[in-house]
T-cell receptor, first 114, second 116 residues
Framework: NAGVTQTPKFRVLKTGQSMTLLCAQDMNHEYMYWYRQDPGMGLRLIHY???????AKGEVPDGYNVSRLKKQNFLLGLESAAPSQTSVYFC?????????????FGSGTRLTVV | AQSVTQPDIHITVSEGASLELRCNYSYGATPYLFWYVQSPGQGLQLLLKYFSGDTLVQGIKGFEAEFKRSQSSFNLRKPSVHWSDAAEYFCAVAERFSGGYNKLIFGAGTRLAVHP
C-alpha cells in the first residue's frame, strides 16, 4: 500500500546513545516533515524538507539532525539522546506545500530515553 | 504566529449521542483549517479541511465542521457517535513561515472516549 512508513516503531535508548529514525514514502512527494508529539502539546515541527538534498529547521530543532539524500527518504538523527527527547515521532509528507492540501502521516515511532 | 486552541483535553460521550469538539484559532486572514484523527497506535488521518467557500464542510466517517469567522472557531461535529470514534482529534491551521513554505500548526488535541 502506498503511504509513509516509519522504522522502528518502538525504541528504548539510554541517555547519550545515538539513533536514526527512518521515514520512507512511495508517493513521490517533494515535501517531508518530522514532528514530535507530547501530551498536552499536540504536534510540533522538528525539521522539514522541501526536496531532495534540502532540509530546514522547524519549531523545535535542537538536539536533532536530518538528511534527505534520496527523495523518498527523510532521516531524523539523535546524536546524544536525552530524557527530554522521550516522545512519539511522526513523519509526514505532501506533494505540495499549498495549504489547502493536507499531509500523509506515518504511524509513528515511540521513543523512550532512560 | 498563528495558534490553535482545543479547550477540551478529554471528552466522554455515550454511543449514539451527538458530539462537538471545539477548536479556536488565531489568524488575521482567511485560514486554512484541518481536523485530523489519531486512533490508538496509528498515525494521523485527515478528516476534513476548510479553505474557502461553504462554511460547513463534510468529511469522512460522518463528521462535519463549521467555520465561523466571527468566533474564530472551527468546531467538529457528529450527530451520532460510534464506539469506533474513540480516538484523539487534532485541529490544525496552515501557516506560512520563513522561506515561503507552509506548515501545519496543531492544537494540543482532544481525547474522545465513548461509553457503550
Amino acid at each position: 500500500n502506498a503511504g509513509v512508513t516509519q522504522t522502528p516503531k518502538f525504541r528504548v535508548l539510554k541517555t547519550g546513545q545515538s539513533m536514526t529514525l527512518l521515514c520512507a514514502q512511495d508517493m513521490n512527494h517533494e515535501y517531508m516533515y518530522w514532528y514530535r508529539q507530547d501530551p498536552g502539546m499536540g504536534l510540533r515541527l522538528i525539521h522539514y524538507s522541501v526536496g531532495e538534498g534540502t532540509t530546514a529547521k522547524g519549531e523545535v530543532p535542537d538536539g536533532y539532525n536530518v538528511s534527505r539524500l534520496k527523495k523518498q527518504n527523510f532521516l531524523l538523527g539523535l546524536e546524544s539522546a536525552a530524557p527530554s527527547q522521550t516522545s512519539v515521532y511522526f513523519c509526514a509528507s505532501s506533494w505540495t506545500d499549498r495549504p489547502n492540501y493536507g499531509y500523509t502521516f506515518g504511524s509513528g515511532t515511540r521513543l523512550t530515553v532512560v | 504566529a498563528q495558534s490553535v486552541t482545543q479547550p477540551d483535553i478529554h471528552i466522554t460521550v455515550s454511543e449514539g449521542a451527538s458530539l462537538e469538539l471545539r477548536c479556536n484559532y488565531s489568524y488575521g486572514a482567511t485560514p486554512y483549517l484541518f481536523w485530523y484523527v489519531q486512533s490508538p497506535g496509528q498515525g494521523l488521518q485527515l478528516l476534513l479541511k476548510y479553505f474557502s467557500g461553504d462554511t460547513l464542510v463534510q468529511g469522512i466517517k460522518g463528521f462535519e465542521a463549521e467555520f465561523k469567522r466571527s468566533q474564530s472557531s472551527f468546531n467538529l461535529r457528529k450527530p451520532s457517535v460510534h464506539w469506533s470514534d474513540a480516538a484523539e482529534y487534532f485541529c490544525a491551521v496552515a501557516e506560512r513561515f520563513s522561506g515561503g513554505y507552509n506548515k501545519l500548526i496543531f492544537g494540543a488535541g482532544t481525547r474522545l472516549a465513548v461509553h457503550p
